[in-house]
């Protein structure tokens, strides 16, 4: 069996399975495009991702991942069904109960949230392009009218409440950006459009603090051109940090 979907709550999940396992599983928290359904997922219906993952099954790992209720935008609701499907992977397949995570995007709101939440567990987070402030997105999208208003929706429905309480309170549980930090991470950052190089100037200023308090967080800069290299870097990382069981 390659694959298997099957749903949980409301939500469908997707886990796909190796030829030669390595005992280590991959949650892969998606961007706001990600989708699984009862057939298939974003993951392999997109040829870039299909292809990651590909490379991620052909070096052992066990990938796994939800729906997480669509363009979630790190709900508190999301982050719950990740913890669940995480229990439930661990419990039901035969892999090492420290996972890594990689998460791309709006992903990287749900995957902060898991590593304060559930730290110990997490072996190590690989960030794409993540969004690491919603304060910090809305401001930057502020910018492009059409967009702000589309994400204001949005937020609307995944914090179930309406647009106050959403600025006023949602928004700014999220502002706390991994200040504490007990897992390796990495952020690997591609510099594919003008918001791209917007957030890599936020990025550029936390990496200092990073710095300075001695985090274990490292940052790399990726063209688009070299994209075909992603995958390679995130199972180097990932590798790395499986020395201790």
């Known amino acids: 069996m390659e694959s298997r979907n099957f749903q949980m709550d409301t939500e469908w999940n997707m886990i796909h399975y190796p030829d030669k396992p390595s005992g280590f599983g991959i949650l892969i928290i998606g961007d706001d495009r990600h989708f699984v359904d009862e057939k298939s ?13 590909a490379q991620l099954k052909q070096s052992g790992y066990t990938v796994f991942y939800s729906n997480l209720y669509g363009k979630n935008w790190g709900s508190r609701q999301a982050v719950e069904m990740a913890r669940s499907l995480y229990t439930h992977v661990v419990r039901n397949e035969i ?51 059409f967009f702000y208003k589309k994400l204001m929706k949005e937020l609307e429905s995944s914090y179930q409440a309406n647009r106050s309480h959403v600025l006023n309170e949602a928004i700014f549980q999220q502002e706390e950006v991994m200040t504490e930090v007990n897992m390796p991470v990495k952020i690997i950052h591609i510099l594919s459009s003008g918001r791209a190089y ?9 990496s200092v603090k990073w710095q300075d308090e001695e985090m274990p967080i490292s940052i790399s800069y990726m063209l688009p051109e070299k994209k075909r290299n992603l995958a390679k870097q995130i199972i180097h990382f990932i590798k790395n940090n499986e020395q201790e069981l």
Do not use: C, Y
């Not at 997922?41 to 993952?53: C, P, V, Y």
């Open 41 to 53: 997922s974003f993951w392999t219906q997109n040829e870039g991702k299909a292809a990651l993952l």
């Open 198 to 206: 917007k957030q890599s100037k936020m990025l550029k200023e936390m």
């Open 95 to 145: 892999i090492n109960e420290k996972i890594h995570i990689v998460a791309e995007g709006m992903g990287a709101l749900v995957a902060q949230k898991l590593m304060d939440d559930m730290g110990h567990l997490i072996r190590s987070s690989t960030l794409i392009n993540p969004i690491l402030s919603l304060q910090s997105h809305l401001d930057q999208e502020k910018e492009h009218k």
